[in-house]
């Protein structure tokens, strides 16, 4: 698990990370809802939960696509451009195949 201040640690340290979008649901009205999952090399995969502990503890964040997801990658995630497949799923590829880790994201005001 990771909160939104561990995200902001590590793009704070440049550590090397990437961050993928699960589809967990559709709302009553039909509209997908995702959770956000970073990644980093020899660590476990972690899913951003509230900062806010629910009743049976941590619940995870989600998102809507719009203007959650799109704001919150835009902020908080590793710089890999958004696109979705017809099945509202959003693939990462990295340029030639492959799902390897980038290098840490740059930041203009870091």
Known sequence: MITIDGVKDLIGSGVDFRCRYELVEFTDDGKPRYQ?????EGEPEAILVSTR???YGPEPRLFNIWPGLF????????GRTLCFDSDY????????GGDDLRSGRKRQNN
Request: glycine share 12%; net charge negative; charged share 20%.
């Open 36 to 40: 956000c999952v970073y990644l980093r």
């Open 53 to 55: 502990f629910g009743p």
């Open 71 to 78: 704001k919150h990658h835009h902020e908080f995630g590793d």
């Open 89 to 96: 799923s959003i693939p990462f590829d990295a340029p030639g």
